[in-house]
C-alpha cells in the first residue's frame, strides 16, 4: 500500500520566490498534518485538516504560510514570499480519524526546503 | 502548553546490549507515539500507548506507558546495527476533536557500535 506521498523531496529556491509543497495522504485517511522540523525547533505542528477542513492552524508561522486541502487526496503548503529562515523539513502525515484508535499518524518522507 | 522531555539525548552503546529510552511530559498523556527516525527520512511509526501501565512489544523493542508519572519508556534488547537512529516520542494534547495534534520531544539519538 502507498504511504503518504509528498513532492517535491527537494527544494531550492531563492529569498522572495514562492515554494509550494504537495502531500497525498493514504487513501482513507480523513486527517491531515503539516510539520516543519528543524534543529533549532525540532518538530513542530503547523496546521492540520479533518475531512478537508482546518480545524488548527495555530502553529502556522505568518501570513505568508498558507495551506489548502481541496479533495480528501490532495494538499498544499504555500510559502509567499520564501525567507532563509525557512529552511527546514517539512513533513505531512495522515490519520484514519481524530478519535483515540484511529489517530495514529503517518507521515511522509517529507520536504527538504533550502531558500537561499 | 505540553512540552516532552526525552533522556538521554543521545546514545551510543555496543552492538548487543540493552538500553531504555525515557519520555516524560509535563502534562497528563492522552496517548504516547513512539517513532523512529533516519537522517533524511521521515519518522516510522513503532507503538502506540493509550492507557496507565500498558506495555506492547514489536520485536526486540518495548514500550512502557506509566501515567501517573506521566511517562513513557523505550526498552531495546540486544540492541543491531538496525536500530540506530533517531526516536521521538510524540504526545497527543487531548481527546477532543481538536485537541488531536502530537507535541514531540526533541528526540535521542542512537549508535550502535559493532
Known amino acids: 500500500d502507498a504511504g503518504v506521498i509528498q513532492s517535491p523531496r527537494h527544494e531550492v529556491t531563492e529569498m522572495g520566490q514562492e515554494v509550494t509543497l504537495r502531500c497525498k495522504p493514504i487513501?482513507?485517511?480523513?486527517?491531515l498534518f503539516w510539520y516543519r522540523q528543524t534543529m533549532m525547533r525540532g518538530l513542530e505542528l503547523l496546521i492540520y485538516?479533518?475531512?478537508?477542513?482546518?480545524?488548527?492552524d495555530s502553529g502556522m508561522p505568518e501570513d505568508r504560510f498558507s495551506a489548502k486541502m481541496p479533495n480528501a487526496s490532495f494538499s498544499t503548503l504555500k510559502i509567499q514570499p520564501s525567507e532563509p529562515r525557512d529552511s527546514a523539513v517539512y513533513f505531512c502525515a495522515s490519520s484514519l480519524g481524530w478519535r483515540q484508535g484511529t489517530d495514529t499518524q503517518y507521515f511522509g518522507p517529507g520536504t527538504r526546503l533550502t531558500v537561499l | 502548553s505540553q512540552e516532552l522531555e526525552q533522556s538521554p539525548q543521545s546514545l551510543i552503546v555496543q552492538e548487543g546490549k540493552n538500553l531504555t529510552i525515557n519520555c516524560t511530559s509535563s502534562k497528563t498523556l492522552y496517548g504516547l507515539y513512539w517513532y523512529k527516525q533516519k537522517y533524511g527520512e521521515g519518522l516510522i511509526f513503532l507503538m502506540m500507548l493509550q492507557k496507565g501501565g500498558e506495555e506492547k512489544s514489536h520485536e526486540k523493542i518495548t514500550a512502557k506507558l506509566d501515567e501517573k508519572k506521566q511517562q513513557s519508556s523505550l526498552h531495546i534488547t540486544a540492541s543491531q546495527p538496525s536500530h540506530a537512529g533517531i526516536y521521538l516520542c510524540g504526545a497527543r494534547v487531548g481527546i477532543i476533536q481538536g485537541a488531536q495534534k502530537l507535541v514531540f520531544g526533541q528526540g535521542t539519538r542512537l549508535t550502535i557500535n559493532p
Open positions: 485538516f479533518n475531512n478537508n477542513v482546518p480545524i488548527d
Open positions: 487513501s482513507g485517511h480523513n486527517s
